[in-house]
């Protein structure tokens, strides 16, 4: 699922209690290029793993799965997600001898892991997981298991399917079980904690204390669109997306447009809605690969450029609806349409398949502060102007959560909104103070 | 335009009549990862080319372009194209003292343009392109001067643009000079051999026995949906082979689902005209590079597997219309077939958007033998249960014809057909011997 | 320092009390081969290392320094020799919460002083090296300091330097000192920390209970004969080694040659003092590196075949007095004589500038196990059958100790001689199983 | 051979009449470092070459063997030397068709090969033989044979041995033939071809005007001490060179010192005829490669800093005989006396064991202007003063001949003896003007 992740790549393979791994930086065809790097990874159990960074700096050090060499046996460790409370429980260990080899929150449940005091592995892996707070999906690989466990909000999804021979596979998506052949079984809860075992699999709960808050970005942007979350297809909810917003928002014109690939679900819902045809007036070019998780803004700058072109023989003379997915920075949007004026379209119609984004995230997607989001600084009309549209419009709160269509008995029937507004389904630990300096900066983005 | 040639690329610069080069194997970004192989590719006028292999082996030296330094002078050279009569030539050359060093067909221009006894350069040029057959799109640089010819059929893309500070770009698709922001002038006609010097564009006619006989295959797959090629914008060729389709080859059904990413455009012309819902059934994993131009079966193969999945929430218990844009070995096609119905498709009736191919190319596509081609050794009906499908239907040859629309005094209004029907625009040459061999063979694809 | 350890290099500077690090597996040459690895080296402190394997695998994580990142400051640790207590260390450490990031033994006195309750990191960094046993010289750099401890009997030198303009500099051999043009200042004592701080530096013992037995293997084989240990130069050393070997064992013949490049000097002591010619009878292929250190039996033996030519013109019809400094296996002994009898020696009279190496060492050299050593398990008599010589003889302890001529109150005047007799000036701790096993078994070598 | 050039290298094989190669720039271990660049040179025979450039860029194209298909059969061809007219040759070769893909020499003998309009192969290379002129020793491999040709004053040397089953093997050194276990049969003789074809070897000569001129500087500095060239060992005339020089210039000392590794055979001569001891008073660092076949100043410059050391323990106080083979610009020289000096010798003699350099080889010794010679532009006196040495001599040109010892009934009894005196046996052809005109420079080194 190389789309969760572009930084570097690691997996661990467990060959008779012997845990093997190779990870490197870069992409999975870069890492694994070699058949030596895939040739010793032999053994019945394996965790595999896609770095996208939210914390911890680009060094192979923080490449994951973690493997550890104890005298009582080796350990292997990955994580989703990211922890609210990692800098203060860093310290406390760190001031009681606990030496880290990286900068990633990972390292820390292994630290807590191991410093328990309680009888069996199980009972120290539920300690340590009920005292890391924040967004979390761990795999870990031990001599004779393997486990999963999740968050108390299931801020990330996490699938557990089966093979036809009976071996279980779990995965962040679906999707992911699809490929491979297996059948899926069932999510990992919130707050639970599931152990695969001489062929079987345990499920527990580390804690009781759970609400429902589903990263409303894996449906928007993250997820593939052949993955269900919470047994929602994220293409579907996507289309709806679209559906929905040419209700809240519609407007005249010749075609849709979809900003390949991610908005290509929500603009087929808008034209099919609105009932104006959808065309191909945008072009990707598939050997560049996808601009939100590329690490640096200048980095980011250069990949559009390239990117995406606008089809004239389509949209020359034309009023076009462009569709996207959200608007971080409005940068890509500003030069999408761009290319579309030049490319000769008469009028740019901008209709965003979510809510403004106004909020970080501490959960594990990479928005860290208001400063880089430009609705936090700037009102709609004022991001209409910046990015040359002739209109814009983004769709509801409420026509987002409608649109997923989630039915838990939680608030936002089981959605995180916290981009949207703020209203975050946990305490921010650490973030607290670096929250409320950022609820205080103003940025222009003029 | 990496989507014409993933095997290698390279880029000659001119610096004040001293030409630079760089070449390598692989992606351009893995050619130019480094702004070393970049930053003395100074000047102010360069050519690039990018191997698609259809003659020659697969090392270095057969990377283009090609550069000579010549006592008189540099040169470079780099060709789009396959000749027919290069290996009698290479012959030839060789008996009278030629060395050659590579084996790729480009460098035979180059011996005939030295052996050359004309006065002038632009002579020996005019000499040499006359005495190469086949389908070539040449792009040459001197010291003083870039230099552009196609042969007289016009086989390949070739179009003018120009910069607003004036300065002139060539490139195989107009897609190329909207992403540079060059505007279009004109294509370079079937014959022409068109000369950029001292800040001018000249342009001349090397022969008179000219015909068009534009690619169908360019059409059809190997263009950007962007590209304009003789004034027809390719999306809507395509869309509109579908649309034709629809009309030829209907079929009752709940949706209809193009193979990403070349068949999106001919499936959504076939949903438009026959008004059933376009949905997203397949998804591309976009990580992994596109099936037709890698180098072995088995390459192509292993890719297919990880390169799309169909969406189980959106095909499960549904008939569907899976829209291809041209069937080869036919591999790719049960492939996608199986995936659909492991997803739950109860029907899946397969359309493509050009007719059978049964003949193989000798102008620059790499489909060099009827052995490879599934249509050349099975009726329709056979291919339709080789593949699984429900039913199966090609689109016509006129229908073809019609949804591209050109409209030249010439066969076929301009197009080469011969893929489809074996009417080659002209003689095969040194290929006549091979062609009359692999029609009498028949291959069980069983 | 390059011949101290080819396997792996590293280096961390302080820039301003930010530390910063590079590693790599390899030779200097490749693990620095980019201005980028060396670039970022800034700053007015640097440790560095290489590394030669005694325990520990050949992971990237072994190579050191070890560069630690706490939330109170970053560290940076280097370690020559091998601790004989590490595996019961690293076990304790564990059970109490210790994780460990590579095998390697050097981690242990990290974790030892990062877990110590003293109150200052002088303080903890005293009772850590208090707790290790075995031979160690350590370089330590902090925010602040850079500091350096060897083990209570020195068996490894360690040597201080001053530049002209004040600055430091600490390193395992003087012949770096003259390198960088810094004068030798003072060697650091048995059981002394040096702290080098704000421009000064600080000695201080952390034990009293110190004993001298520096390793003669040094003398012998290890160091380059520019150095100076102990006040002793290492050529002259072995120049003595030679000298007295030619009293101990005096043979006729035409000339003396020695195997380059470590027993020239012993070679040439033979033959002044014995008055036979010294001539250039073997020939060493400078472009491959030499053959202890590398890391197996196959690839020691695949080296010495190109490595070593014998002179025809020079050996031919002659009676060769052949001078080697050690022997470890007796493979390359063989080698040599069969090369010279190849080349028409009518006779070759080895003589070895060191005693038999009969035990193992567990202070920093890496001959582990009595099986791969020679005449541990062969007489000498033996030896000479099966390496091919018509003579065979070592040199003496007492001729050792004279020659290197050390005079310290302590056994062997202060040299460990465990090598030969299996006085260990030591216990053993983890070790000391397995050396009771090693002295029970016998390998032959026929 | 690594010491005959280290710039790039290459292998061609020939596999029943089908030849492959590689080549690569670099070190033999750089170019040669995976399996897989040897394991498809499979065959019954093969060529090698490393590349030390004199002509040509450091492009991959100018490494050896050159590989040519032609459609009569594969050839390949390696060259060590310079050819004299090869820029007049080349000018005329493209004038009339020719396209050239490097800039070395080597090219040019397979143009005339393929041109030459003679019946058989055999003539077409003798013809082309005695068309360039120059220092040439060829090996060219074909389907069938394996040829060795020698230019007719045999200014490189070249000879043939034979291994137990009967397969020849040519190789520019003895040594080479001692590594591989073949036995050495004869010397390839100025002018003659050699062709080793079904089994057997044929000799003839190509011209009869030949004349004896071998490269005094092979004996001097460039062939390794174990080989034998035209009969004479390269080491004992090193040595007798030292014995001369001590007879031509002695001086009262404690020591001679060589400078390592090239000088070691001519400073024990001197040490022997003298009776000063010879002391290890230079160490060199066996991990850096020698100078004089770097390729710029800059890199030769930066590479002695590192490379040597002075033995302060041993000359500290001493007066120092420093024997060196040769001067080129004195950088060197002055750098090891000022090593020398620091470490404390009391007085530096230096002896070089050859005659002043003065003048520009052009047949395949890297030194073509007479500006980077110190002794082209300066007295013996003066080259004392800037290189700081106490005292400075060099061998006399007789001494020279005498300590090789050639017997040729030819001038200099077959030495190329130009360096030293201009005396060049051949016409400069394209070099006359070259020549002239740095015979008029004058260079200060101050």
């Not at 393997?146 to 557990?160: K, Q, T």
């Not at 679906?174 to 999510?187: P, Y």
Request: glycine letters at 8%; one cysteine or more.
């Amino acid at each position: 699922m190389q789309h969760r992740g572009q930084e570097g790549a690691g997996i661990v393979s467990n060959d008779h209690g012997k845990l093997n791994g190779t990870r490197g930086l870069g992409l999975l065809s870069e890492v694994f290029k070699d058949e030596r790097q895939l040739s010793h990874l032999t053994g019945n159990a394996a965790i595999g793993h896609v770095r996208y960074a939210t914390a911890g700096s680009g060094s192979v050090d923080n490449i994951q799965p973690f493997l550890f060499n104890f005298y009582d046996g080796d350990f292997a460790l990955a994580h989703n997600g990211n922890l609210t409370n990692a800098k203060s429980l860093r310290k406390e260990l760190e001031q009681s001898g606990a030496i880290f080899h990286s900068n990633s929150d990972t390292e820390i449940l292994m630290h807590l892991i191991r410093r328990s005091t309680k009888a069996t592995l199980c009972e120290r892996m539920k300690e340590a997981l009920n005292t890391v707070k924040g967004g979390f999906a761990y795999l870990m690989l031990t001599e004779k298991s393997m486990v999963a466990a999740l968050d108390p909000n299931g801020f990330r999804p996490l699938s557990i399917g089966q093979m036809v021979n009976g071996a279980y596979v779990v995965a962040s998506e679906t999707c992911a079980l699809e490929v491979v052949g297996a059948k899926f079984i069932q999510d990992v809860q919130p707050g639970e904690m599931i152990t695969i075992a001489d062929g079987g699999l345990t499920i527990e709960s580390f804690t009781s204390k759970t609400q429902p808050a589903i990263c409303s970005m894996e449906y928007i942007y993250f997820a593939r669109p052949d993955s269900n979350i919470a047994g929602i297809n994220v293409h579907s909810a996507r289309k709806k997306m679209g559906k929905i917003l040419a209700q809240e928002a519609p407007v005249e014109a010749d075609m849709v447009v979809g900003v390949p690939n991610s908005s290509l679900s929500a603009a087929s819902g808008y034209a099919e809605q609105s009932n104006i045809p959808y065309e191909m007036g945008l072009v990707k070019n598939q050997y560049i690969a996808r601009t939100f998780i590329q690490p640096t803004q200048e980095l980011r700058e250069q990949g559009v450029r390239m990117k995406l072109s606008a089809v004239r023989g389509v949209v020359e003379g034309k009023r076009v609806i462009m569709v996207d997915d959200s608007i971080v920075r409005g940068t890509t949007s500003r030069r999408i349409v761009s290319l579309l004026k030049d490319a000769g379209a008469k009028e740019v119609h901008v209709r965003i398949a979510s809510p403004p984004l106004k909020y970080p995230c501490f959960y594990g997607i990479d928005i860290q502060t208001r400063r880089e989001l430009i609705a936090a600084n700037h009102s709609i009309d004022e991001i209409k102007s910046l990015i040359g549209a002739d209109s814009l419009s983004f769709l509801s709160e409420d026509g987002l959560i409608d649109a997923i269509g989630l039915n838990f008995d939680a608030p936002y029937s089981g959605l995180c909104m916290a981009y949207f507004n703020g209203d975050y389904p946990t305490p921010l630990y650490d973030y607290e103070k670096q929250y409320q300096a950022t609820l205080e900066e103003k940025v222009s983005f003029v």
